[in-house]
């Protein structure tokens, strides 16, 4: 069983249309990332959300972390064909505060039509 | 926020033999970390790798398959031993902090044939 479950696992979607990716988990985090991966790059990151309920925009792309932090989701506005990659959601897991391991969810390939 | 020069970029190789992965960071690093992303899937981390310890592996992954070294603060190799098609993956480094997010190399392609 994953620790993270993204979804859905593949959308693809014309320029210009709304999209929302979902982060989920029966586990409480104390924080969250979300990371976008292009063909033959590693993860870039995109944000960190720590408060419950917080929300944060980038741009075309708006971030939110669940009231009791154990989902996440990711709403972008008006696609665009530079939107097209991997997303992914992370957390830290671990005892070494401030250098945990991060574990990944299962992934979300995004597909822009021009 | 650190910048990681990984290679090689991608490699073919016989199956039965080893690939060393090199990864070099611009600034000192405390702890890097190897992961595994097979075709189509996330990332799995394979190790951490800590200056002057032995690497800790995650479930799933041994050090005779997967040996780390971690010379100083700003080096680490990751070897993929005694290879088969099972191993054709994108091999990547990172480096980071919880609160400053995390670096990603842009990952080795390995096809094992």
């Known amino acids: 069983t994953q620790l993270l479950e993204q979804s859905p696992q593949f959308l693809s979607i014309q320029e210009g249309e709304n999209l929302t990716v979902y982060c989920n988990s029966s586990s409480v985090f104390s924080s969250l990332q979300w990371y976008r991966q292009e063909p033959g790059e590693g993860p870039v990151l995109l944000v960190t959300?720590?408060?419950?309920?917080e929300v944060k925009k980038l741009k075309r792309l708006t971030f939110q972390f669940g009231d009791a932090r154990k989902d996440s989701s990711l709403h972008i506005t008006a696609a665009q064909p530079g939107d097209t990659g991997l997303y992914l959601c992370a957390v830290p897991i671990g005892s070494n505060f401030g250098n945990e391991k991060l574990t990944f969810g299962t992934g979300t390939r995004l597909t822009i039509i021009p | 926020s650190a910048v990681i020069s990984q290679k090689p970029s991608r490699d073919i190789c016989q199956r039965g033999t080893s690939l060393t992965i090199q990864c070099q960071v611009d600034s000192q690093v405390t702890m890097m970390f190897w992961y595994r992303q097979q075709p189509g899937q996330s990332l799995t981390l394979i190790a951490t790798a800590n200056q002057g310890s032995e690497a800790t592996y995650e479930s799933g992954f041994v050090i005779d398959k997967f040996p780390i070294s971690r010379p100083n603060l700003t080096f680490s190799t990751l070897t993929v031993s005694n290879m088969s098609p099972e191993d054709s993956s994108i091999y990547l480094c990172?480096?980071?902090?919880?609160?400053?997010?995390?670096?990603f190399g842009s990952g080795t392609r390995l096809t094992v044939v």
């Open positions: 990172s480096v980071g902090q919880t609160r400053y997010g995390y670096t």
């Open positions: 959300v720590v408060t419950g309920g």
